[in-house]
Every structure is written in C-alpha cells, then in structure tokens.
C-alpha cells in the first residue's frame, strides 16, 4: 500500500552522495510537516571524515551519534554507510533503517509503514534493511550478527 507521499529529489541526492562518494556516514529522513513528502532532516557531519572519505572516528562511535538522532516519539528514515571487519578485511554495506517506535503516534507509524517501499525503492543499492521499533533493536554488535549472517 503506497501512501501517496513524494519522495523530494533532495533525498535521492544525499543518498546518491553517501553510497557513491562517501560524502556524508548517514542520512536521516523525514515525513514532512505538511504529510506531501518525505525529506532530508539531517546527515552526518562531513568534517567527520579525513580527506579520503573514512571516517576518523571508530565505528561504534559514528553509529553511536546516528542512533542518538533518532527521536523517541516519531518515525524515521535513514541511511548509514557501515564500516566494519570480518575475516580480516575491512567491509562496507550501506543499511536502510526503517524507526518506528513503540511511543509513537498510530498516525505516525502508519505513514512510515505505507511510504517505506517508496522510499526504498528510490534508494537503490542498499544491502540491507533494518528495522527496529526501540533502541535495543539498533545496537551495534545486533546490527553486525544480521549483517555478518546475510553476507557470509
């Protein structure tokens, strides 16, 4: 079920930069204010990166600060351009996170749940979806053991 709400080309921008230049560690996305599209909120802060576009920051912190912005009582939308080790070598996926909390508004939850195939088509080339409906379902080492389990 579509629930009629735009994706703004402004998300498929900062997505196109994170998954193609690195530019930024994650993207968060919003329903707008006036129910007619989904937009960019935030995105990382870019002078996070060194000059080759890896972050200078251990990945457990950067991902801390992504979940932090998530907020308590309202749906979310994000990409995070995941760093992590496995066998050795240094991987990289890009996840598409669906936030719904418990907490939040039936309204809310309901329009997050009907635009998400939008907005998930529009963003081509993640590797993984998650979706996590409180804080425990976002951490990082939960995080990793889906993603080390899908891509083995």
């Not at 600060?65 to 992590?84: L, M, S, W």
């Not at 066998?87 to 997050?112: E, H, I």
């Amino acid at each position: 079920m579509s629930s009629g709400i735009a994706v703004s080309d402004e998300c498929i921008d900062r997505f196109n930069e994170l998954r193609d230049e690195h530019k930024y560690k994650f993207v968060i996305y919003k329903i707008a204010d006036d129910l007619k599209s989904i937009v960019v909120e935030s995105t990382s802060d870019d002078t996070a990166k060194d000059a080759s576009g890896n972050s200078k920051e251990e990945p457990e912190d950067d991902y801390e600060k992504f979940i932090g912005r998530f907020p308590e009582n309202d749906g979310r939308y994000a990409v995070y351009d995941f760093d992590y080790t496995r066998d050795g070598g240094k991987r990289n996926k890009v996840l598409f996170f669906t936030w719904a909390p418990d907490n939040a508004p039936v309204k809310s939850k309901m329009l997050y749940a009907s635009s998400k195939k939008d907005i998930e088509q529009r963003l081509t080339g993640t590797a993984l979806v998650i979706q996590a409906t409180d804080k425990d379902d976002l951490f990082y080492d939960s995080v990793l053991d889906t993603l080390n389990s899908r891509f083995r």
